[in-house]
C-alpha cells in the first residue's frame, strides 16, 4: 500500500522566519508528488515534481524532489501570517492508480 | 472558468436516509475524482472515472456508496443508507491527461467541498 508521511504535523514560527516541510514516500511506481495548501476549504495546488532535484519555485515558496532517497521538501522564506494553511504532500503512481494518495498534512501556523 | 462546481455546500441529514452530492468537472477535463476527508484519516481517494468510465473503486468505503457519471459534465456520490460515521467533507477534483501516453496527470483541481453531517 502507497504511504506519504509528512513531518512536521504542525509548526508555529513568526512572521518573516523561513520554514521547511518535508515529506517522504512510499510509493509503487512513483509517477509525481504534488504539494496542495489547504486553508479553511478546497486544497488548491502549489507544485507537481516528476524529476530529482529540479527545484519549482513561485514567490516565497520552492520544492524540490529526491527520488533517491524518497523524500521532497517544501520551503517558504519569509513567512508571512497569509501562509498560515494546512501544506499537503501527495503522490501519483503508475499502473493505472491515477489518484492522489495524501500525506495527513502539516498544519502550519504564522504568528504575527 | 467556474472551477469545479459542486452541491449541496452542506447537508444534514439523519441516519438512514440517502445522501447524493453532485459534481461538474472542470470543462474538457476527461479525469473525475471524489475524495473524502476526516480529522482521522485525512484525504481519501474514493473513486476516478476517465472519460466517464470508472476507473478505480477500490477505495469506496462500503456497498452503501455508489458514483456515477453519466456524461463529462456530471457525477454523483449516492450513500444509501447513510451513517454518522459517514460525515466528512467530500471533495470532488478534475484533471487533464498530460498528453502524453504513460505519463503522469496534470495537476487535480478540487471543488469547495461538501461537508456532510449525517446524525
Known amino acids: 500500500e502507497d504511504k506519504v508521511v509528512q513531518s512536521p504535523l504542525s509548526l508555529v514560527v513568526h512572521e518573516g522566519d523561513t520554514v521547511t516541510l518535508n515529506c517522504s514516500y512510499e510509493v509503487t511506481n512513483f509517477r509525481s508528488l504534488l504539494w496542495y495548501k489547504q486553508e479553511k476549504k478546497a486544497p488548491t495546488f502549489l507544485f507537481m515534481l516528476t524529476s530529482s532535484g529540479i527545484e519549482k519555485k513561485s514567490g516565497r515558496l520552492s520544492s524540490i524532489l529526491d527520488k533517491k532517497e524518497l523524500f521532497s521538501i517544501l520551503n517558504i522564506t519569509a513567512t508571512q501570517t497569509g501562509d498560515s494553511a494546512v501544506y499537503l504532500c501527495?503522490?501519483?503512481?503508475?499502473?493505472?492508480?491515477?489518484?492522489?494518495?495524501f500525506g495527513k498534512g502539516t498544519h502550519l501556523i504564522i504568528q504575527p | 472558468d467556474a472551477g469545479v462546481i459542486q452541491s449541496p455546500r452542506h447537508e444534514v441529514t439523519e441516519m438512514g436516509q440517502e445522501v447524493t452530492l453532485r459534481c461538474k468537472p472542470i470543462s474538457g477535463h476527461d479525469y473525475l475524482f471524489w475524495y473524502r476527508q476526516t480529522m482521522m484519516r485525512g484525504l481519501e481517494l474514493l473513486i476516478y472515472?476517465?472519460?466517464?468510465?470508472?476507473?478505480?473503486d477500490s477505495g469506496m468505503p462500503e456497498d452503501r456508496f455508489s458514483a456515477k457519471m453519466p456524461n463529462a459534465s456530471f457525477s454523483t456520490l449516492k450513500i444509501q443508507p447513510s451513517e454518522p460515521r459517514d460525515s466528512a467533507v467530500y471533495f470532488c477534483?478534475?484533471?487533464?491527461?498530460?498528453?502524453?501516453?504513460?505519463?503522469?496527470?496534470?495537476?487535480?483541481?478540487f471543488g469547495p467541498g461538501t461537508r456532510l453531517t449525517v446524525t
Open positions: 472515472f476517465n472519460n466517464n468510465v470508472p476507473i478505480d
Open positions: 501527495a503522490t501519483t503512481s503508475g499502473g493505472g492508480a491515477d489518484g492522489l494518495t
Open positions: 477534483a478534475s484533471s487533464l491527461a498530460a498528453g502524453r501516453a504513460g505519463g503522469p496527470l496534470r495537476e487535480q483541481y
